[in-house]
């Protein structure tokens, strides 16, 4: 039997690189593009701190800013007073100045006298005051202490217990050889405040002053509450008036 043989497939020439010299076409292309990258942990940390420190570079330079915006701010406002100052006074023709005055009370007009420091100098308490307005509370109470100061054996006599806000005192001192007497009486809303100076009525005697005082406050009591409200006061009246009967002048 003839013997049957296989032919073996022809082999494959293998690949060889390309020749850069002879096909140029080959030649590898390199390109940048923006492609994601994923940081690494060292690589964020270091980026946390960059931007810190950025935060804080922008909020120092803010605040300078700030600071540069509010300066020249403050000058501006400052130029616009000016100018509306000088244009008013301008159109005025005056202006408002501080000038020292000596102060003049008249608590019976319950006003207050400004004369200027000139004036008084020249023409003493009768100079044409610059300006008046009303006294307060103060006022009156500065004007008590001034003008009581004067007075001797000064003493207030309780003639109305206290009882919160009302009551009332007579007030009695001695000027010049002689006795005044001023009364200081709250009840609800009627308050009856004098003054103690010599304008006030005087008498020889203090206990004809006081007697004096505390008819002129019973007077007062009826005119503001009827006679009938008003004996509920005369008791304690009497008793104050009785206890300075026998005192030594």
Known sequence: MPKVTTPEPAKQAEPTAPDQKTNPAKVPKWETKAVKHIFA????????????????????????FDQVKASY??????????????????????????????????????????????????????????????????????????????????????VIPQAGPDGGVLVVGQLGGKWFTALRVTVGRAILEERLDS?????????????????????WLVEKFGKDLAKGFQLPIENAVEG???RVE
Do not use: W
């Open 41 to 64: 942990p060292d690589e964020r940390n270091q980026m946390g701190g960059e931007l810190a420190r950025q935060i804080g570079g922008l909020r120092g330079v803010q605040a300078e």
């Open 73 to 158: 701010k403050a000058k501006t406002t400052e130029a616009e007073a000016r100018i509306d100052n000088l244009s008013t006074a301008l159109v005025n023709g005056f202006e408002m100045r501080n000038a020292k005055c000596f102060v003049v009370f008249r608590p019976k007009d319950r006003k207050k006298d400004y004369i200027a420091e000139r004036d008084f100098n020249e023409f003493g308490e009768e100079a044409q005051p610059i300006l008046t307005e009303d006294m307060t509370p103060t006022d009156f109470q500065a004007d008590l202490l001034q003008a009581e100061s004067v007075f001797d054996h000064k003493q207030e006599i309780r």
């Open 199 to 219: 304008e006030q009525p005087c008498f020889k005697k203090r206990f004809d002053a006081i007697q004096k005082a505390a008819k002129r406050l019973n007077e």
């Open 244 to 246: 300075q009967k026998d």
